[in-house]
Nanobody
Framework: QVQLVESGGGLVQAGGSLRLSCAAS????????IGWFRQAPGKEREFVAA???????????YYGDSVKGRFTISRDNARNTVYLQMNSLKPEDTAVYYC?????????????????????WGPGTQVIVSS
């Protein structure tokens, strides 16, 4: 497992932007799949985005339907950090955002990027989007 710590959350007006960071420990970070999930009050945790290394390309990324075209996930393996750039934020994006990781990216991808298949989680960072 790796240790994960999120940062970058805060209060922003609708239409604004925030960039979340997820710093990870561990020397094999580049081989992990990293995901972002979020949980709003009274709702279940929701998949937001994921990034996995690929031998065939610069990497594979996935996005939840509600954030496609607005959020971008990226990773800096040299810094052991994954970012979530969030643009055109909406009040419904308000949630606690969690970073998650797993050492078996293929398994996680084949199972559909379920939160149960990620074995390391950060404590979360709060994002509030005001209308």
């Amino acid at each position: 497992q790796v240790q994960l710590v999120e940062s970058g959350g805060g209060l922003v007006q609708a239409g604004g932007s925030l960039r979340l960071s997820c710093a990870a420990s561990g020397r094999t970070f580049s081989t992990y799949i990293i995901g972002w999930f979020r949980q709003a009050p009274g709702k279940e945790r929701e998949f937001v985005a994921a990034s996995a290394a690929s031998i065939w390309s610069d990497g594979i990324t996935y996005y939840g339907d509600s954030v496609k075209g607005r959020f971008t996930i990226s990773r800096d393996n040299a810094r052991n950090t994954v970012y979530l750039q969030m643009n055109s934020l909406k009040p419904e994006d308000t949630a606690v955002y969690y970073c998650a990781a797993d050492r078996e990216p293929l398994t996680v991808m084949l199972k559909g990027l379920r939160e149960a298949d990620f074995d390391s989680w950060g404590p979360g960072t709060q994002v509030i989007v005001s209308s």
